[in-house]
């Protein structure tokens, strides 16, 4: 039977987000390694909770000083135990409860283990379609990745402008398939990126049209549609990426985005006529943070 180590900090809330997790139970097999960070405080890794691709899921215990690989120790023989049940409470700091008290590992005693502090420095995942059918080009689809940095939500999207085209009768119109479809990039779900406080937007590839001349001047527009196709009116455009060479990141510091807006190529100006693009490649990268909690 394998063994699931059970941690908890010195208060946990139930209801809390991924960004501040309190408590975790994880299955020893995740075991990475383990990090002596200063003289009083070492960290142990686990693969990420959620299962995702990158990242991982720390442990940071604080100690008696100078007492390092005696924590390391006492961690591995913990981990390794054969208990009857495979539960086992490796460092419960959790004593909020009036009738509740701390526990930890009896292998840790004579060694000050104390507080127990979980953070998840980086956790990553390719997403699920995030964009509407419009928007996926012939060379790839937009692919959204997500992670955690410190507390902060981090939403990266790679979009490519091959196959999509451009009416060019109209500023601000939207860029998608000719055949039609919803052509938006994202959708700002407050409930998976948090509140958006500051983006980038990074030019990979140039934009450039196959046939027909379809403007380069790429703008993106928020709207708060989701069916808008190509050729549609996406209202005025909020970030203006004409001038923008290949490798460079435009900053957007304060976007003032709202809840289920939805993101759109745009027409940056109407001095192309019909076209479709055979090259240009973006990077949107959105910091967010869920509300503030006690």
């Not at 996926?136 to 196959?163: C, H, Y």
């Not at 994202?186 to 027909?212: H, M, Q, T, W």
Request: proline letters at 3%; charged letters at 15%.
């Amino acid at each position: 039977m394998e063994n699931y180590l059970y941690f908890a900090e010195a208060d946990i809330n139930t209801g809390g987000s991924q960004t501040a997790r309190e408590g975790l139970m994880v299955p020893a097999s995740k075991y990475i390694g383990a990090d002596p960070v200063s003289a009083t405080t070492t960290k142990f890794m686990f693969e990420s909770i959620e299962g995702l691709d990158e990242g991982s899921t720390n442990i940071v215990l604080t100690h008696t000083t100078a007492k390092t690989k005696d924590v390391i120790r006492a961690f591995m023989a913990t981990m390794n135990a054969t208990p009857s049940t495979g539960f086992v409470v490796v460092a419960d700091s959790d004593v909020a409860g009036s009738s509740k008290s701390s526990e930890y590992s009896k292998n840790f005693k004579g060694l000050g283990v104390t507080t127990v502090a979980i953070t998840e420095t980086k956790t990553s995942s390719v997403l699920s379609a995030t964009h509407g059918a419009g928007a996926i080009s012939t060379f790839m689809a937009p692919q959204t990745r997500r992670w955690i940095e410190n507390g902060v939500i981090v939403t990266q999207i790679k979009v490519d402008l091959t196959g999509l085209g451009g009416k060019g009768d109209a500023a601000d119109d939207v860029i998608g398939l000719p055949a039609g479809g919803a052509a938006y990039l994202y959708r700002n779900v407050v409930a998976d990126n948090g509140i958006i406080f500051k983006y980038e937007i990074s030019c990979v590839e140039l934009p450039a049209a196959a046939s027909g001349s379809a403007t380069v001047d790429i703008d993106f527009a928020w709207n708060s549609s989701g069916s808008l196709a190509y050729d549609g009116a996406a209202g005025t455009s909020e970030v203006d990426m004409g001038g923008l060479a290949a490798g460079q990141t435009h900053m957007v510091d304060a976007p003032g985005l709202t809840a289920d807006d939805y993101l759109y190529f745009t027409e940056g100006d109407t001095a192309a006529t019909d076209g479709v693009y055979n090259a240009g490649q973006f990077m949107f990268t959105f910091y967010g943070h869920p509300l503030f909690t006690a």
